[in-house]
């Protein structure tokens, strides 16, 4: 069901942001509403860089979604209750290139005022805009076994994305 989303400061937010990521999972939506993508992520992060609320997320190559990162300077980061769980694995386990992700997950892609795509069922959304990224490069990683989350060697690209905007339900 969809929610009345308020504007709120980021900063009020009690959520944990290690179980809102980790555990509840969200949506990373990056085009516009006649032709976006989305996917669904657990690894990124939320946190104060250059005096900004930031987000960081993470891309691979791979994705169908990272085209419509690179082409976009803003995207959202969409967060659910548990009731959504279904949809959220659809949206992981499903390429956008061969079906309308939303439509099949039950979901109801909606726009920002600046035109950025969020889903009209969600509790909290994050807008944000493009500040940097970065790729994963093998040689950093200092921790032994990081490595080998890559089999495909496609390692991926972290964005960090100025919050520009905090819709809660």
């Not at 032994?144 to 390692?155: A, C, R, T």
């Amino acid at each position: 069901m969809a929610h009345t989303l308020g504007e709120v400061d980021p900063r009020s937010l009690g959520d944990n942001p290690f179980a809102l990521i980790g555990d509840d999972w969200m949506l990373i939506t990056a085009g516009t509403l006649e032709s976006y993508n989305t996917m669904t992520a657990s690894w990124g992060g939320l946190g104060v860089l250059w005096n900004k609320n930031v987000c960081f997320c993470f891309v691979r190559p791979t994705r169908h979604t990272y085209t419509f990162m690179e082409d976009a300077q803003r995207f959202t980061l969409s967060f659910f209750g548990e009731e959504y769980r279904a949809a959220l694995n659809y949206c992981g386990s499903h390429t956008g290139k061969n079906v309308d992700k939303a439509k099949e997950a039950g979901i109801t892609p909606a726009s920002t005022e600046s035109g950025a795509v969020y889903f009209a069922e969600a509790r909290l959304v994050l807008e944000c805009e493009k500040i940097y990224f970065q790729d994963m490069l093998p040689r950093n990683f200092l921790a032994p076994g990081i490595s080998k989350l890559y089999p495909q060697k496609d390692y991926h690209r972290m964005y960090v994305g100025g919050i520009v905007r905090c819709l809660r339900a």
